[in-house]
């Protein structure tokens, strides 16, 4: 299809017509009830899978060994072998990215619970999160490294085909008869698994926090059309048009939200050790324990603004290297954001509790309002109405006596 856009669109008619239409299927599916995501999710994970290790064999097995640039990758790119202090800090750099691409994900682990309310034990989830999301983010990097390691050696003149839909269009380009069905059949259990991906981790989650947001004007469902909007106004193309600003962009996810899931775990685990008074959750007015000022604790901007703002000017030098120059300190720093931001706003989170201690800390409900007590909840709940039912008063002739 001849391109109608401009070197600075970042991507060509086709794909943007592409984007479109995947845009437009995704769509309807947000109508859907949470419980009709298992099954299609189930089924693109199986097709997807199959497909990712067809591409890792086929190129294996073509290539005859894992390819260039695994073997040699400073010839591939051109740069002398890093050591020292500045291979450290690119791993660093490196791990801080891979974070900050599940810094969204596990801040908003609780928005699972629309997911896991599902689920038959109230710790099935666990397993998932502990095990799967490891081993296939592992599995995946690695077919994904080696694949495009023997795309190198295949088609010495194409660029590194990093992106998987580059390496197909490269393997329709050069290949022979059959090719064309090949690459059809392998994007289309992409295109399932990314349309499910899209949906469900994009739109749903996305409508979840906006329907917390303002749950009088916003739904669910409302809340992921707005997302879906919001993604064309992005321009997510930009993000995605060179590999450097796309490792700017998720390392942006780390500088913001490691300072919030800092102060979450600290306040959960550290603070409160894992006892909130439910039903008070759901009081919008100052008879909240967690009401504080106005409905805001005047302790969280805090925290979150100094876990932020050490990696801002390393940040904007990686977003805007043109106009922002900075030293090294400081781009090292940056290359921290997630770590350093977790433990400061956690660490800050920790002292303006100490001294200035929240209301209700330790309490639970006396009834088990949600039905979410295990035993030891109940016995202390026990403990408590017994409490608040016998007090000790004193009578006029200086004994004590018992008041139910």
Known sequence: MKNTFGPGAAMKTNEFISFIIFWTISLPLFLLKREQYRIPAIISSVIVTIAAFAIFIWALAKQGNVGPLWNNPEEVYGVGRLTGSTLSWAMMRMVNSGIGGWAGGILYQSGDLD????????????????????????????????????????YPEEP??????????????????????????????????????????????????????????????????????????INPWKILNTANSFISAISGYAVFLGPLTGIMLTEYYVIRRRRIKLSHLF????????????????????????????????????????????????????????????????????????????????????????????????????NMISSNLVKEQISEDGKPSVVY
């Open 160 to 233: 590194l085909l990093w992106k998987l839909y580059d390496l197909l269009e490269a393997i329709q380009t050069h290949g022979g008869n059959g090719t064309r069905a090949a690459v059809f059949f392998a994007a289309f259990a992409f295109f399932l698994s990314q349309l499910c991906v899209n949906v469900v981790a994009c739109g749903v989650v996305g409508g979840m926090d906006l329907a917390a947001l303002l749950p009088r004007y916003i739904d669910i469902r409302r809340g992921s059309f707005i997302i879906a909007i919001i993604g064309i106004c």
């Open 115 to 154: 997911f896991s309310r599902y689920a038959i034990n109230s710790g099935d989830q666990t397993w998932g999160q502990i095990f799967i999301i490891p081993i296939c983010l592992l599995g995946s990097n690695i077919l994904g490294i080696i694949a495009t390691s023997c795309a190198r050696g295949l």
């Open 283 to 382: 009081i919008p007015n100052s008879s909240s324990n967690y009401w504080f000022w106005h409905g805001l604790n005047w302790r969280a901007p805090i925290a979150w603004v100094l876990g932020v703002w050490p990696s801002m000017p390393g940040f904007c030098a990686s977003i805007t290297p043109a106009a922002v120059q900075v030293n090294i300190t400081w781009t090292h720093i940056y290359y921290m954001s997630w770590l350093l931001g977790f433990f400061i706003s956690g660490s800050v989170w920790m002292v303006l509790n100490t001294f200035w201690p929240s209301p209700g800390l330790g309490e639970i409900d006396d009834k088990d309002v949600f039905g979410t007590f295990g035993k030891v909840d109940h016995d202390n709940s026990s």
